[in-house]
């Protein structure tokens, strides 16, 4: 059985930082191209970040260019997102997926929440 376990996340202030991980069990994610995806309250989960199996094609939201960095480490099965410089407007629960997503291995997340 796949399962995608977020952590990391927590409550932070403004300009602050916090690396996110997601640790995949169940089979390997090597050879997938991975994403981070967010959904704020209220809103429908969007697109953060994603990167190659080896880490040579990495795509970012136009929003987060600059302030956060998506890395992986494939013999640990391992994604992580480094996130600094953080907004209040960062606010979500943060997950990982294949990229595309399949439904099927949506995790519970991980929520973040930034106070101004």
């Known amino acids: 059985q796949v399962q995608l376990v977020e952590s990391g996340g927590g409550l932070v202030q403004a300009g602050g930082s916090l690396r996110l991980s997601c640790a995949a069990s169940?089979?390997?994610?090597?050879?997938?191209?991975m994403g981070w995806f967010r959904q704020a309250p209220g809103k429908e989960r969007e697109f953060v970040a994603a990167?190659?199996?080896?880490?040579?094609?990495?795509v970012y939201t136009d929003s987060v260019k600059g302030r956060f960095t998506i890395s992986r480490d494939n013999a640990k099965n391992t994604v992580y997102l480094q996130m600094t410089s953080l907004k209040p407007e960062d606010t979500a629960v943060y997950y990982c997926n294949t990229n595309p997503p399949r439904e099927t291995y949506w995790g519970q997340g991980t929520q973040v929440t930034v106070s101004s």
């Open positions: 990167i190659g199996w080896s880490g040579g094609t990495i």
């Open positions: 169940g089979r390997t994610f090597s050879n997938y191209l």
